[in-house]
């Protein structure tokens, strides 16, 4: 059986004990129902994994023994990638679960002309890329970016290489002949796609027109295909 993973992020370096948070307390306590000596792993979501014990479990505040920290380093590779928000919240929410689980660096959602959504739960939203992120057994935590007007994202976000995806007619590279660089923007647009004038204006901002192959993809599908080709490991 895997160790159990939590995600702490006020936990400091060098601790030699900790109490867990309230949350993490009641999911060791009551949901796993660990007890004295049990071994879980804790990271800060800022690259460090600390090995620690069960001392005294409880509901609300159980405390741990901390083992051992090892720093990770950051992935070399930043992807950020800048996606229209969903109708259908559950859709965009396991966008961004998959994500996390294949090391995406940035998340940022799209607010683009057919953008059609409801309101954004940031809140939530944060506790799927820590759920993500425990699950696949990483130290670094996404960062994921308020909600952005399309626009606003062209002018205030720059990387070495830029892509968008779109559905037009026009001249496009095949995503699989891209080699991506250690620095990437990705763009996926909303159900109706990019408006024509949304993909001018990217174009005039260097981004590389791509394609995702001969079928029209949902966007949630759209962004992990593109990621899966994109992820150097």
Request: aromatic share 6%; charged share 15%; hydrophobic share 40%.
């Amino acid at each position: 059986m895997s160790i159990p993973s939590f995600h702490e992020p006020q936990i400091l370096l060098g601790v030699t004990t900790y109490t867990l948070s309230e949350e993490s307390s009641k999911h060791c306590a009551q949901v796993l129902r660990m007890q004295a000596g049990d071994a879980l792993i804790i990271t800060n979501g800022m690259g460090t994994f600390f090995t620690a014990s069960i001392a005294t479990p409880h509901k609300k505040n159980t405390i741990v023994i901390i083992k051992s920290q090892q720093t990770i380093p950051p992935a070399s590779q930043k992807i950020t990638l800048g996606i229209s928000l969903l109708k259908n919240a559950v859709r965009l929410e396991w966008l961004f679960e998959k994500a996390t689980e294949m090391g995406v660096h940035t998340i940022v959602p799209l607010i683009c002309e057919r953008t059609i959504h409801e309101r954004f739960k940031m809140e939530r939203m944060q506790n799927i890329l820590q759920s993500a992120m425990t699950q696949s057994q990483q130290a670094w935590l996404p960062i994921l970016e308020a909600p952005c007007d399309y626009g606003k994202f062209l002018a205030t976000h720059t990387a070495t290489q830029k892509l968008i995806a779109h559905c037009e007619i026009a001249d496009k590279v095949n995503i699989k002949s891209i080699q991506a660089s250690n620095d990437c923007i990705l763009l996926i647009g909303p159900e109706g796609d990019f408006t024509p004038t949304e993909i001018e204006q990217a174009l005039a901002n260097q981004y590389q027109a791509i394609h995702l192959g001969p079928t029209r993809l949902r966007t949630e599908t759209a962004g992990i295909f593109a990621l899966s080709v994109l992820k150097n490991f």
